[in-house]
């Protein structure tokens, strides 16, 4: 029985019968995945993997605390799965009791597909989008554009047992797709992405339009210096600040003073009103269209993740209520510690309580702004204020009197999410939406466009 004829519950039901620790948490990770690549309006590349990933998480009790030891391989043959096991009981009996140690997660009821067979993706989810696709390089040819990009789909089907008797299965599909467009010169250049579950929501023809639009815009150009100004970000841009913010919203680290969310001697900032407009900030595992995983799966621990809370069960959270700060993300042990409630993260993000216009409506309805594409290269500059910096990317276009007039050059900024909130003077329409600089890593986003009166653009940058 090799690793890939053996079904994935198989192997972790024979990791729970080799373990010989206190507790023992096995997940197998089943991935399959497919793909396009294009340059120049036409295709260069497709593919199709698949792997499979162990984890053994082992836990054994000493007369200090618990430790826990993990280890991780890929491609775990029969043969392997013991070794892999005493791997990981050596890690936890050469480790000091861990910090975040809890009694495994029980209670739970096992899901009805455990013992299924892994979902997979192949390049039949490909079979509408990819003639499409092609039209749409035949357009941008006949309008002199090059179109560049790729589209990639993946399964990922999580099979969660414990020594404690779970049984839990979760299948994850994600795609995404991120599309080019640039003058033959190279010298103007147009991004559009979206997120999607299975490509028969994503219309290549319509992304191309809105490119060849954005294309035209920049036909002429404008050079500005650096400066305040008041701007219009959009849904992408919108979200890879938020999430951010979400990454840093760690109860335990603000009730220790270290982040934007420690309240000034003292205490976390739960409670807070962070912006006058009704904004809310939330995640649910369930939320249509972007539903993730219902139960932590976690490979490992860190900051307010717990390798001890696999398993425990997620529910819709509101990070903001209406403008007031209402949960920060929490571990069992984080949320020991701190006194606030248990608040794991959830793989989606949303935020509501704008607005009914579109950004299209909010470029009408300004005098004279910037509206941009999308950002880049964030990096965190300050953990204290969620100082962060980063660059505009592919497009940066002036509106005067509600119509955009031309492309100025892009900037580097310096803004702070959560301060960002606090002066949006509006918020548009919610929209499903692909991060740019985090796409990698969370895609299941929701956002509406932000209208900020005073964004800093702190200088000139030189990228198109």
Known sequence: MSARTSKPYEIVERALELSRADGCVVIADEESTANLRWAGN???????????????????????????????RSAVTVDELEPLVRAAEAAARGAGPAEDAQPLVTGVAPSPGFTEAPAE??????ADFAPALGEAFARARA?????????????????????????????????TLELNAKSPDRTRSAWAGRSTRDFKDVDPAALDAELAVRLGW????????????????????????????????????????????????????????????????????????????????????????????????LAATEWIREGELNRLTTSRHGAGLTGLPVAPGIDNLILDGGGDRSLEDMVAATERGL???????????????????????????????G???GEVNNFRFNESPVDLLGRAAEAGRTEKTLPREW????????????????????SVSQGV
């Open 439 to 458: 796409g990698d890593w969370f895609t299941r986003a929701a956002m509406p466009a932000l209208r900020v009166p005073d964004f800093n653009m702190s």
């Open 371 to 401: 509206l941009l594409t999308c950002l880049w290269y964030i990096r965190e500059v300050d953990p204290a204020t969620l100082l962060l910096t980063g660059l505009t990317r592919d497009g940066v276009y002036l509106v005067e009197n």
């Open 218 to 313: 920049a036909e002429r150009r404008l050079e500005l210096p650096a400066g305040r100004y008041e701007t219009l970000l959009p849904p992408t841009a919108v979200a890879d600040l938020l999430i951010y913010q979400l990454w840093s919203a760690s109860g335990r680290d603000a009730a220790e003073g270290r982040t934007v969310f420690s309240k000034p001697g003292g205490g976390t900032r739960v409670g807070e009103r962070l912006t006058e407009l009704p904004l809310t900030l939330r995640s649910d595992p369930d939320e249509p269209g972007l539903e993730s995983a219902p139960f932590v799966i976690a490979h490992s621990s860190g900051g307010d993740q717990s390798v001890f809370d696999n398993g425990l069960p």
């Open 121 to 126: 993706t192949s390049s039949a989810v490909f």
């Open 143 to 175: 309008g002199g554009r090059e179109l560049y990009g790729f589209a990639n789909h993946e399964m990922v089907s999580s099979y969660l047992g414990t020594s404690a008797g779970l049984r839990l299965r979760h299948d994850q599909p994600n795609g």
């Open 403 to 405: 119509e955009v007039t």
């Open 42 to 72: 036409a295709l260069t590349t497709n593919g199709v993997t698949r792997g499979r990933t162990l984890t053994v998480i082992a836990t054994v009790d000493g007369a200090q605390g618990t430790a826990s030891g993990v280890v991780s």
